[in-house]
């Protein structure tokens, strides 16, 4: 049970690049969300998603693409790197929405730095 | 405003001695508040996950309680240990969205 999945797990890009963080889940689970950890700070939502094909904005949306074309991937598109990007991603995937009680998983993140 | 504030920012504790982590919040409207811990480099692992009308929940050494009416949960830890050493997030819901504390640095020393 590999449980959430992200990869790469390191990342240097340089201003302007563009890249996918991947995001895999093998438990069947409806609602996956992607936050940035920056330091001092707590996680920030970017984008979320409560099923396949339907995606949703989050706190810190601007700067990032999701898609939902499968239950099982929710990749994070940055479209054009810049240095406020730089931090710790994280994937995260639960049974169901937030207000139900079930627990959310999380990935082991992607480290990005932008130069 | 929707926010969690956890207190202390960080704390050192000898191995073996208890210690309590506080959580405000004045999310609204309330569904379920969540401590997680999370290891250096790994990401959040759930500890515990409680309702409104749950007051207390232990999960082994660890032991969260919720006061709804002031809206303050605490997170206890019995005999510490040195792998308790780690970020404690406190995380509360509202509808469909997360909310989340900046977390607790713990370190456990021999």
């Known amino acids: 049970n590999a449980g959430v999945t992200q990869t790469p797990k390191f990342q240097v890009l340089k201003t302007g690049q563009s890249m996918t963080l991947q995001c895999a889940q093998d438990m069947n689970h409806e609602y996956m969300s992607w936050y940035r950890q920056d330091p001092g700070m707590g996680l920030r939502l970017i984008h979320y998603?409560?099923?396949?094909?339907?995606?949703d904005q989050g706190e810190v949306p601007n700067g990032y693409n999701v898609s939902r074309s499968t239950t099982e991937d929710f990749p994070l598109r940055l479209l054009s790197a810049a240095p406020s990007q730089t931090s710790v991603y994280f994937c995260?995937?639960?049974?169901?929405?937030?207000?139900?009680?079930?627990?959310?998983?999380f990935g082991d993140g992607t480290r990005l730095s932008i130069l | 405003k929707n926010q969690v504030e956890q207190s202390p920012q960080s704390l050192i504790i000898l191995e073996g001695k208890n210690c309590t982590l506080q959580c405000n919040y004045t999310v609204s409207p309330f569904s379920n508040l969540r401590w997680y811990k999370q290891d250096t480099g790994r990401g959040p692992v759930s500890l515990t996950i409680?309702?409104?009308?749950?007051n207390t929940k232990s999960n082994g050494r660890y032991t969260a309680t919720l006061d709804a009416d002031t809206k303050q949960s605490s997170l206890h830890i019995t005999a510490s240990q040195l792998s308790d050493s780690a970020s404690y997030i406190c995380?509360?819901?509202?509808?469909?969205?997360?909310?989340f504390g900046t977390g607790t640095s713990l370190t456990v020393i021999p």
């Open positions: 998603s409560v099923g396949a094909g339907i995606t």
């Open positions: 995260a995937s639960s049974y169901s929405t937030p207000q139900l009680n079930q627990p959310q998983h």
């Open positions: 995380v509360v819901s509202a509808f469909d969205q997360f909310y």
């Open positions: 409680m309702t409104f009308s749950e």
